[in-house]
C-alpha cells in the first residue's frame, strides 16, 4: 500500500515560513521524482514544485518561484518543501505526488497522491 502524508501546514501570516513535509512508503523512493500540488477553493489543482530522483533538477511554478525551495532525502524517504515570504494568494491545500518518470521534475503523469495539508496566510 503506497502511502504520502504530508505535514507541516498551519495557519501564518504575510511574510512568514512553513516548511512542508511529505513521508512516503510503500514505494521504491529513489525510482519516482516528487513533487507538490495545491488547490484553493473553487479553483483546480495546480503544479507547485518538482524534484528528479536524485535531487539534481528542479522545477518551480512562476509563482512561487524565488520563495520556494524543494528539496529530497532519499535515505528518509521524504521531500520537502520550505517556503518563504508567505502571500494569502499561496492560502491552499497542499498535496504531495509521486511521478514514476524519475528523472522529470515536471511531474506530468502523477501515479500517487497525498491526502493534503493546509496552509493559510492571512494579511
Known amino acids: 500500500q503506497v502511502q504520502l502524508v504530508e505535514s507541516g501546514g498551519g495557519l501564518v501570516r504575510t511574510g512568514d515560513s512553513l516548511r512542508l513535509s511529505c513521508a512516503a512508503s510503500?514505494?521504491?523512493?529513489?525510482?519516482?521524482?516528487m513533487g507538490w500540488f495545491r488547490q484553493a477553493p473553487g479553483k483546480e489543482r495546480d503544479f507547485v514544485a518538482g524534484?528528479?530522483?536524485?535531487?539534481?533538477?528542479?522545477y518551480y511554478a512562476d509563482s512561487v518561484k524565488g520563495r520556494f525551495t524543494i528539496s529530497r532525502d532519499n535515505a528518509k524517504n521524504t521531500v520537502y518543501l520550505q517556503s518563504n515570504s508567505l502571500k494569502p494568494e499561496d492560502t491552499a491545500v497542499y498535496y504531495c505526488?509521486?511521478?514514476?518518470?524519475?528523472?522529470?521534475?515536471?511531474?506530468?503523469?502523477?501515479?500517487?497522491w497525498g491526502q493534503g495539508t493546509q496552509v493559510t496566510v492571512s494579511s
Open positions: 505526488a509521486a511521478d514514476p518518470s524519475p528523472y522529470n521534475s515536471r511531474l506530468p503523469f502523477v501515479s500517487y
Open positions: 524534484i528528479s530522483w536524485s535531487g539534481r533538477s528542479t
Open positions: 510503500g514505494l521504491t523512493f529513489s525510482s519516482y521524482a
